[in-house]
């Protein structure tokens, strides 16, 4: 599965950005797909997870009632809608998708197919 993010770029604090992330290739069947990113100088951290029903998404408690995670599975697209951004939301976005199950975890080992990123500034 190889996945192509699209939608980053720069908004001033308390705007909103639509990522969007489309997969390709040996797709059939995905299972959950979510967001990770990673902020200069920091770990790796999860943002949100969707599973193939797109019931119950899952969010990291810093970005819950801010961030929405939606899919379409007959386009095989996972987007985040951010709102109310700020500026510990700037990083790298990377969209992720995994064959082997359909619950979201937090885990990054549990996801095979990774995009390339893609650059969110939230200046203040």
């Known amino acids: 599965v190889k996945l192509v993010e699209s939608g980053g770029g720069s908004v001033q604090a308390g705007g909103s950005l639509r990522l969007s992330c489309a997969a390709a290739g040996d797709i059939l069947p995905i299972g959950a797909m979510g967001w990770f990113r990673q902020a200069p100088g920091k770990e790796r951290e999860w943002v949100a997870g969707?599973?193939?029903?797109?019931?119950?998404?899952v969010y990291q408690f810093s970005v819950r009632g801010r961030f929405t995670i939606s899919r379409d599975n007959a386009k095989n697209t996972v987007d985040l809608q951010m709102n109310s951004l700020k500026p510990e939301d700037t990083a790298v976005y990377y969209c992720v998708a995994t064959q082997r199950a359909y619950t979201p975890t937090s885990s990054a080992f549990n996801y095979e197919a990774w995009g390339q990123g893609t650059q969110v500034i939230v200046s203040s």
């Open positions: 969707i599973s193939p029903s797109a019931t119950s998404p």
